[in-house]
Structure formats: structure tokens, C-alpha cells
């Protein structure tokens, strides 16, 4: 294995990026292999989700203050990642250094791109979209590393699935209705709660294992001044309580784009959840 040396940026001296600090870097002497690449992150970012950054995506100007001088230089990134799930955003960028590869963190005050209209790119190539994936009909692809995790082409779209085998079906309250205001506030957090939980596990199956389709970066999709448009409201979650049937899919997200197009995100309460994109 190549020498790995981990550096930090001294407290006395912080090194800056426009807003941003440079906070550490670790080199490699040859190309970080897979597994080692993403052991280095997860050291760096512990338990939370690095997100892949999109090239074509909306740009946040605090993170194109790093990513700008590297993209008009000789050295370009190879790949950037971020991570919201702390006090700061981190950012890891990978870089091309002799024969091998640096990774530099920097912290960001914030993520700072005003909220855009989701949209689907022009132009869906399998080979950029579905990398993640292996082919196994002229449709269908499954994931590299999960096989209940799905796409299936259509004529007009794509649907996305991931089922959890084993989950336990989501209770239903029955007696909604007749509960007390205090109980029915409770009961409604309750519910939304699991399927905020749910929206960000389709989130990290779905928009986070393909490249290119959206405009939005992935950690946009979390933002309430981004979703809060297309998201199930309380009062849509409650009439479905005060009916004590579950339907068929609860629908998480759905939204229409300028151009006519849909994307939905919904789930059956019983460890089954869908994406589906109509153009």
C-alpha cells in the first residue's frame, strides 16, 4: 500500500479558500484505490453521507469559491464531495498530485445557492446516469453493490425502486378521529417524522446513486426553501389519518417541472419506495 499522510491545516495560520477554511488534506503516492478513498472520507466526515458534486448542477457560490480557480487551472478535480450532516458543510476535493492524489477538506460557512426550479437535463446518457449500475435487460439495470435497488427504462421515463425486505409495515392509527388535539399533534409529528426519515433514504438510494439528471445538487433536495413546494403537507398527511386507511403509496414528493415533466416519491409504508420520472 502507497504512504498516506494525513496533514492539518495549524489553528495559528488557517489557510482560506474565499470564505472557506482549508481544514486538512491527505496524499497518497499512487491513486487512492476504491475502498481506501472512501475510508479516507468516512474518517474525515464520520457517520454522515458524502454527496457527489454535479458539474452541471446549480452552483453555490461559496463552494465555487474553492471549485473555480481548480476548474480554470491545469489541475483540475477529479471528483468533489460534500457533507452537510455537521455544524458546517465540509467539502473533499480530489486532485491529481504527480503520480498519485491529494484529497483537500475545507469548511464552509454555509451552502448558499438560491433556490432554483427543479428541472431534468436535455440529455440522459445510461452510461453517465446509471454508472452505479449493471445492465441485466435492455430496461432493467440493477445496482452494483445492492440488488434491491432498481431501475426500469420506460418509453417516457425511468422508475427507480428499492425494496428493504423485512420491514415492519407502517401502524396505522385507526381511531384518529376521535383523539384529542393534543394526541392528534403528536400522532401527526410521529407520522411525519418516519417519513421524513423515508424521503432521505430514497434520497440516498435514489438521486444519490446517479449522475446528470437533475439540476439540483443532492444536498438541495433536503432543503425546506427547495422542497417545501412538493412535499406531503400535514394537512394532506392528516386526511389520510382521519380516513384510518393506508392507501396504496403515500406520496413523499411530487413535482411538476417548467417544461411538463413529473417526479414522484413515494413509498408503500411496508419497505417498498419508488422514484419515477415522466417526461
Not at 417545501?228 to 393506508?246: F, N, Y
Amino acid at each position: 500500500m502507497s504512504a498516506v499522510c494525513l496533514w492539518a491545516a495549524p489553528k495559528s495560520k488557517p489557510y482560506t479558500a474565499g470564505s472557506a477554511k482549508v481544514v486538512g488534506a491527505v496524499e497518497s503516492k499512487k491513486p487512492f484505490s476504491g475502498e481506501r478513498l472512501f475510508a479516507t472520507l468516512d474518517s474525515v466526515g464520520g457517520t454522515g453521507t458524502w454527496m457527489e458534486w454535479d458539474v452541471n448542477g446549480v452552483k453555490d457560490p461559496s463552494l465555487m469559491g474553492i471549485l473555480d480557480p481548480m476548474l480554470k487551472g491545469t489541475n483540475k478535480p477529479e471528483m468533489v464531495w460534500v457533507i452537510t450532516e455537521r455544524a458546517k458543510p465540509l467539502v473533499a476535493v480530489l486532485l491529481p498530485k504527480g503520480n498519485g492524489e491529494t484529497i483537500l477538506f475545507y469548511e464552509l460557512q454555509s451552502l448558499d445557492a438560491k433556490p432554483e426550479p427543479l428541472a431534468i437535463n436535455a440529455v440522459l446518457r445510461p452510461e453517465v446516469v446509471l454508472r452505479d449500475y449493471r445492465q441485466i435487460s435492455e430496461t432493467e439495470y440493477v445496482h452494483r453493490d445492492k440488488d434491491n435497488l432498481k431501475v426500469k427504462l420506460l418509453s417516457s421515463g425511468m422508475v427507480f425502486s428499492y425494496d428493504k425486505k423485512g420491514e415492519e409495515p407502517l401502524y396505522m392509527v385507526k381511531d384518529y378521529a376521535s383523539r384529542t388535539l393534543d394526541e392528534k399533534a403528536s400522532i401527526l409529528t410521529d407520522y411525519e417524522d418516519y417519513f421524513k426519515y423515508e424521503y432521505s433514504l430514497m434520497l440516498r438510494a435514489f438521486v444519490q446513486s446517479v449522475r446528470g439528471v437533475f439540476n439540483w445538487q443532492p444536498w438541495h433536495w433536503y432543503m425546506p426553501a427547495w422542497n417545501s413546494k412538493w412535499m406531503l403537507k400535514r394537512s394532506e398527511l392528516e386526511a389520510i389519518l382521519v380516513r384510518g386507511v393506508a392507501p396504496s403509496f403515500f406520496t413523499l414528493f411530487k413535482a411538476t417541472t417548467a417544461a411538463g415533466e413529473t417526479i414522484e416519491f413515494r413509498t408503500n409504508g411496508n419497505g417498498y419506495s419508488e422514484l419515477e420520472i415522466r417526461r
